[in-house]
């Protein structure tokens, strides 16, 4: 029984050269033993299914409102942290970070939209409702509030994270989850801090 918190498995690792059509497996280099070392039991299963802090994220996105979120790159892992949230009662705003233009005029004002002309067609402008108010006007007044998940949020400005940051004070029923980037497991840092905003607690 080994005594050290890191545990060691070790693998056989065999392998043939080829030497020749006839001969293909004449040639064998003896058996090797490699040995892995893990952390532990973490890093068998995963950091993510051994760490009960689902109840911990329901108290931050409560109490912040706005978080950034770090996501592994495989990806999966948010979906558990979405699905506790839609059992809370919450709706979801999913939208991307790339062509989003201006958040404030697209979350909260009406905006224009010009579609592509093809250079065919004459240059239009459609105007569309804010994408914040709409959903809202939409919920069930029962519904616990509406959730803004925004993807691919590290190509965002300063200012513009900053104004996300202070979106759930202008519309108090708002959540606000921005992917910043990637880690090993999923964790969540207060938006304002992330954007340089005091926090205010």
């Known amino acids: ?7 060691a498995f070790l693998r056989p690792s ?3 050269i080829s030497a020749g059509a006839g001969d293909r497996w004449k040639r064998r280099i003896g058996a090797t033993k490699t040995a892995i070392r893990c952390a532990g039991i973490g890093d068998l299963i995963g950091g993510d299914l051994v760490r009960p802090d689902l109840g ?3 108290e931050d996105v409560e109490r912040h409102r706005a978080l950034a979120i770090y996501s592994p790159h495989e990806g999966g892992y948010e979906g558990r942290y979405l699905t506790r949230l839609r059992y809370q009662g919450y709706h979801f705003l999913d939208i991307t970070a790339r062509g989003l233009g201006d958040p404030e005029s697209t ?3 009406i905006h224009p939209v010009c579609p592509p002309h093809l250079g065919k067609q004459p240059i239009a402008r459609w105007y569309f409702p804010p994408e914040v108010d709409y959903m809202l006007s939409l919920m069930h007044p029962e519904a616990k509030g509406l ?3 925004i993807i691919e949020a590290q190509v965002l400005s300063k200012a513009e994270l ?3 940051a202070l979106l759930p004070s202008l519309r108090p029923k708002v959540r606000v989850l921005a992917e910043c980037g990637n880690w090993r497991k999923f964790v969540w840092r207060p938006l304002k ?3 340089g ?3 205010g607690e």
């Open 1 to 7: 029984m080994a005594t050290s918190t890191a545990s």
């Open 14 to 16: 065999t392998s043939s």
């Open 56 to 58: 911990r994220w329901l």
């Open 107 to 109: 979350l909260t004002k």
């Open 147 to 149: 959730v803004v998940w």
């Open 162 to 164: 900053q104004f996300l």
């Open 193 to 195: 801090e992330i954007a």
């Open 197 to 199: 905003l005091p926090s």
